[in-house]
Structures are given as C-alpha cells and as structure tokens.
C-alpha cells in the first residue's frame, strides 16, 4: 500500500520507523522472559520476519478502516472489519511463524497439527491487538497535541492582531488628548501655550517612534511617563502634584512600549474634572529578576471611573509578553485608586 495513500508525512517516516524497532526490541525481551531458556534470536527472528504482518494490518485498520467506517459513524462495518482483519492476519500469522520461524530456528516451538482452529486464531489475533492499541494510543496523542498547539498558535496569533491594532490606535488617541488639552490651556491660559508646544513636540517625537515597536527599554518607557507627566503638570499647575521616584537598576530591562501610560491618561483627564487638588506618584522599582510599577492617585473630589479598558488590555498584553510571570493589583476608592504591577523576569 502506497505510503502517500496512507496520509503518512515524509517527516513522519522515521518516528514510524523508531516505533517498529523499538516494538521488535521490547517484544523480543519480553518473549526471552517468558519463554524461559529458548535462544532471544528465535523470537527477534519472529518479529523481524512477521514485522510485514503486523504493519500491514496495524496501517490497514487506522489509515483505512478508521476512516472509511469509525469516523463516519459506520460502527458496525467498523467492528466487522476488525473481525474479519483478525482472523485473516491472525491466520496468516500463525502460518509465517510456525513455518518460517519455529520451525526453522527452534522445532520445539513449532505448533502441532490442526492449531489453525478458531480458538488459536482468536487467541493470536487479540494477542496481535496490542500493538495495534498501543500504535492508535500513540497516533492520537500526537493528533491531541498538534491541536493543542494549532489552538494555541490561533489564539496567540488573534491576540497579537488585537495588541497590534491597539497600538496603533493608542497613538493617534493619546495624541488627539494632548492636542485637545493644549487647545484649552491657549484658551484659558495663553501664557502657557509655548512652553506646552515644546513640552509635548519632545514627547511626540519619542512616543511616535518608539510606540510601533514589540518591545522598548525600560528606560525610554520611564522617560515617556516622565514627560508625559511634565506636559500636565505644566499645564495644571499647582492643582496638580506629581511625584515620579525610580529606583534600581533600569538599563536590563525591556517591556511593552506606552505599557502604563493609559491608566495615567485616565487619570489625568480625571485631574481636569477634579475643582479642587489632585495628587498623583509613580513609582518604578527594579531588582533582579522582579520590576514593581505602581501608581496611585487621590482627589478631594470624588470621581468614578467609566471601565476597566485599559484594565482588560494591559493584562492582555502581560499574558503575551511575561506568561505567568506578573501580576497586576488594583486598589479602588471614592476619591483614591492604584494599581501595581509586579513583573517576574
């Protein structure tokens, strides 16, 4: 039977051959135990030389059987093959073994007159079902796995479009909210106007760069939520105190690029609706190993937040960068809320 026909890939010709030597090799062992004192090279001369029977059948039932009955729901044409496969393979194994094997190598295995009766060839032939189980245990094991991972490539490739396209939505949106916040810091304030031109120019020239790429150095990340915070700052005036404290080592590490940068966004738009203080701290903290981003902010005024967006997408992006390797707190109030992020590396 043609291998092409049997679906079986190149690739997957030597794991086929590995699986029929190391079954001629443990099978040859376990005869040798059982058939205490007989030579161990009558029985590797069985299953070299039946080797064909076996494959035979084995590919016959799970490349053509299977499919054509099992898989389309036929159970009884399916169970009436095995049947008859079992008796014809069984049948034509008991002739090959006495005949080319026993008889040749060791006459006092050889079967007695009259052993081609119905209880041999049923013995043989469930005999002859393990390997076939064993084969078809290992076949779907290896189909459950290379779905598993198929799912898991579809899952991570659907993520990383998400993460992709929010990138790039995140930009033009952050940069619209700056062009907004000047356009009223001119309005109300027009002495503040140029020194707001400089302030988000600096921050635009680094954010539009480094925002498109997968990962940045903390660093450049830190220095965007620096000026980030500088431009509001600047443009709130004494309404708002920010406090930024980094502390470690920051240089080894790298981390999604504008990763907290919309939970101070939403904080800051809250800072413009609050009538009296708002008081905002960074803290960024690296070790070996371990970074700790946390951030808290805290009005006089009550506020509420419209949803966890930012929220849901953060984490989205933690699970494709640092699987299993963060964890992200988050602390609400009426007029408080903070959220830290712990990264594992």
Known sequence: MNLGKLHIANKEIVLHILFWIGWIVSFTFIQTINYIGSDWTVWL????????????????????????????GHYLNFAAGIFVLL?????????????????VFDNNLA???GYLNIKNIIISGIGNHYIILVFLAIKIGIWWFRAENKKEELL??????????????????????????????????????????????????????????ELIPLQLEVKLMEQFLEIHKNALGEKLTSNFIVAGNLKPYVVPPLLL????????????????SFESTVLIKAEKKYLLFSFSFWSED???LADNENNIITQKRLNYTFPGKHRLVENIDDNFREFSLEIFV
């Not at 008796?87 to 008889?103: C, D, G, H, P, Q």
Request: proline fraction near 4%; include cysteine.
């Open 302 to 304: 009550e506020f509420s």
């Open 156 to 213: 991570r490739s659907k993520v990383e479009t998400e993460l992709e396209i929010y990138r790039y939505q995140l930009q033009p949106r952050m940069v619209f909210t700056l062009i907004d916040e000047l356009e009223k810091i001119t309005k109300e304030e027009s002495d503040k106007a140029p020194e707001m031109i400089i302030k988000i120019s600096n921050f635009l020239n680094s954010f539009l760069l480094e925002g498109k790429e």
């Open 87 to 103: 008796v014809v393979f069984s049948v034509i194994e008991l002739i090959v073994s006495n005949n080319l094997v026993f008889k």
């Open 45 to 72: 001369m069985y299953y070299i030389i039946t080797l064909p029977i076996f494959v035979a059948h084995t590919y016959f039932i799970a490349y053509w059987l299977l499919p054509r009955t099992f898989f389309k």
């Open 111 to 113: 079967f007695q007159s």
């Open 261 to 276: 940068l919309p939970f101070i966004n939403s904080a800051i738009k809250l800072a413009y609706e609050c009538n009296k």
